[in-house]
């Protein structure tokens, strides 16, 4: 493909009688961030190893520019492919300066160059002051600039970041994020990131790569995936989604909150509708066609999440969630009228969960 800095073609791996990654194919183009997003065990640190050079694939190959590295019978040592890494933990030396951690790939150059290249990350990451401190002197975000630093230090082709932002503090984290987001776009770099968690995916993605059980589940935009799932699991992934049983009533999806959508499946078929809590609205009407009583309120700062039943019912799996932005404060109890946007809703096939109609782009 032209410009691509990566491409992963039908990648096989197993451990022992254990499937960890089964037909994985996805590519990277030149300035491109991808994240390869999914829960603990779904094999995204896996597809970074072997990307890196760490493990060998059962069958498929990875491809770096334009050289073929992985393949089941040829790998390409790690330091002979072009990638920086960066590592969940930072891995700096202890024994080393700022200045030097930066400079350890650097070895191939002669000092001058080295110490013009070094001069250049520490303006790009704003650690000039502390380059002659070592890594227990600096905080956690100042080992991750210079992690970052190190790993870009030797004009890699591709960098590989391992959940960088994990050991981050939560306020220092988003802040971090936006850092290295403007380093690797101001400096055009194509990166691959692990991380778990879909905000950080959406935050820091061209585009997202969701996985599960080995299976890549759906490619695409962090918007197209938010907004167009495939599967359950990628809408439940992004967060909370409420799930109303449904029947098909001539050609029609009938759940507790009326008529959803059109369509034309067998009569009788049951199906799940799945609602996001943005798009059930609390409504001021006075005569509300659907009605539902508070059970929780919880105050998120830039808006409520409300808990509704459509009986004054203490039963979990009765309720559904409200994302409300209005100026009332609601009471546990208080009866209320609620409206879905119908054109946002996912419905889904029981037999295999699989969505069978959206309407929202």
Known sequence: MPNSMLNVKNICLSFGKKDILKDINFDALKGEIICLLGPSGCGKTSMLRLIAGLDTPESGSITIGEEIVSTNNKITSPHSRGVGFLFQDFALFPHLTVEENIRFGLYRLKRKDADLRVRELLSQIQMKKHAKKYPHMLSGGEQQRVALARARAPWPSLLLLDEPFSGLDTGLRKKIREETLEILKNRNDTAIMVT???????????????????????????????????????????????????????????????????????????????????????VEAKNPRFCFYVCNVRDTGSSCIVKLASED????????????????????????????????????????TSIIYQKAK
């Open 313 to 352: 019912s203490e039963q979990p799996h009765t309720h559904i969630l409200a994302s409300y932005r209005g100026p009332k404060n609601l009471q546990k109890g208080a009866l209320v009228g609620v409206e879905i946007a119908k054109e946002k809703v996912f419905i889904v096939c029981k037999e295999n």
């Open 196 to 282: 778990h968690d879909p905000e950080e995916a959406m935050a820091m993605a061209d585009r997202i790569v969701l996985m599960q059980d080995g299976h890549i589940i759906q490619i695409g935009t962090p918007k197209d995936i938010y907004h167009r799932p495939k599967t359950k699991f990628a809408a439940q992934f992004f967060g909370d989604v409420n799930q109303l049983n449904g029947k098909i009533e001539k050609g029609r999806v009938k759940t507790e909150l009326g008529y959803i959508a059109d369509l034309n499946i067998l009569n009788g078929s049951e199906v799940e509708v799945l609602i996001r809590p943005e798009e059930v609205k609390i």
